[in-house]
């Protein structure tokens, strides 16, 4: 059964728009975070080691098959 009042409507409206608000603080927040400078260094050794170690376990592979 379909609920017609415009009252529950509009109550479910206003929860809606709360949860999405809501939503949007938490990406917002986590966005500032992954940018904050200490984290975006951190982010970034860690992906230069990354890339260390995946070159140098190519290197090895290259090495032993050849």
Do not use: C, F, W
């Not at 009252?7 to 999405?20: I, P, T, Y």
């Amino acid at each position: 059964m379909l609920n017609t009042d415009p009252g529950m409507a509009g109550s479910a409206e206003r929860r809606l728009e709360r949860s999405v608000d809501a939503a949007l603080r938490v990406i917002a927040a986590a966005h500032v975070e992954r940018q904050a400078p200490p984290i975006s260094a951190a982010r970034r050794r860690l992906s230069e080691v990354y890339g260390a170690t995946r070159l140098a376990k190519r290197l090895e592979r290259e090495q032993r098959s050849a």
